[in-house]
């Protein structure tokens, strides 16, 4: 699978909001499930949100839930994370990545691939 490649990122006061986009290329694509991942400074990579490969199902972090909302459109090979309501813990690198195995959705990293460079979210006054 062709690698992942995220944009969207920036700077932003808290409370505002970004909308980060994940666009893949080939057939697969469409077909497969995509998680958003973040790593603040310091410490490890962690689950923020993913997706299943028709929209038809979601799964989102406890820390994010209600304020993240994660969703696709696959003519477009384009997966979005819109982030509302954003605090300073939130600043991050967030990378998306595909998944590799097994039909729900998994918060583990172990189970994804092709993982993007990122782009970094800054959320500071």
């Known amino acids: 699978q062709a690698q992942l490649v995220e944009s969207g990122g920036g700077l932003v006061q808290p409370g505002g909001s970004l909308r980060l986009f994940c666009v893949g290329s080939?057939?697969?694509?469409?077909?497969?499930?995509v998680g958003w991942f973040r790593q603040r400074a310091g410490k490890e990579r962690e689950f923020v949100a993913a997706?299943?490969?028709?929209?038809?199902?979601?799964l989102v972090a406890h820390a994010v839930k209600g304020r993240f909302t994660i969703s696709r459109e696959n003519a477009k090979n384009t997966v979005w994370l819109q982030m509302n309501s954003l605090t300073p813990e939130d600043t991050a690198v967030y990378y998306c990545?595909?998944?590799?195995?097994?039909?729900?959705?998994?918060?583990?990293?172990?189970?994804?691939?092709?993982w993007g460079q990122g782009t970094q979210v800054t959320v500071s006054s």
């Open positions: 990545a595909y998944q590799t195995t097994g039909l729900d959705l998994y918060p583990d990293p172990a189970y994804y691939a092709s």
């Open positions: 080939g057939r697969t694509f469409s077909k497969t499930s």
């Open positions: 997706i299943k490969w028709l929209g038809d199902g979601q």
